[in-house]
């Protein structure tokens, strides 16, 4: 079974930084894809960036500039560091991991980690 737990979340005031982690655990032969989704109150869960581990990112227009994914492959390991935070920026943030499972990928979600922005 693999688990993904994120970590980092918080309250931060606009225009802070806040960096988040989500660990992949378990039996894990090989992950594909790492990235991380947000989910706003009342809003449908969107992409905010991806890694898609042959050195290709994607983002969202709306972070751009601002946040950066990257990856550890050797702790499976997604990390997100966001700058010039804004309100609109508040969410609950998922982790997803695709991960190679004998003969398919399977998508495997974390828990969810708030972010707040105050203004």
């Known amino acids: 079974q693999v688990q993904l737990v994120e970590s980092g979340g918080g309250l931060v005031q606009a225009g802070g930084s806040l960096r988040l982690s989500c660990v992949a655990s378990g039996s894990i032969s090989y992950i594909n894809a790492m990235g991380w989704y947000r989910q706003g109150s009342g809003k449908e869960r969107e992409l905010v960036a991806v890694?898609?581990?042959?050195?290709?990112?994607d983002y969202a227009d709306s972070v751009k500039g601002r946040f950066a994914i990257s990856r550890d492959n050797a702790k499976n390991t997604v990390y997100l560091q966001m700058t010039s935070l804004k309100p609109e920026d508040t969410a609950v943030y998922y982790c997803?991991?695709?991960?190679?499972?004998?003969?398919?990928?399977?998508?495997?979600w974390g828990q969810g980690t708030q972010v707040t922005i105050s203004s």
């Open positions: 997803k991991a695709r991960i190679w499972e004998e003969t398919v990928f399977r998508d495997y």
């Open positions: 890694d898609f581990s042959v050195g290709e990112t």
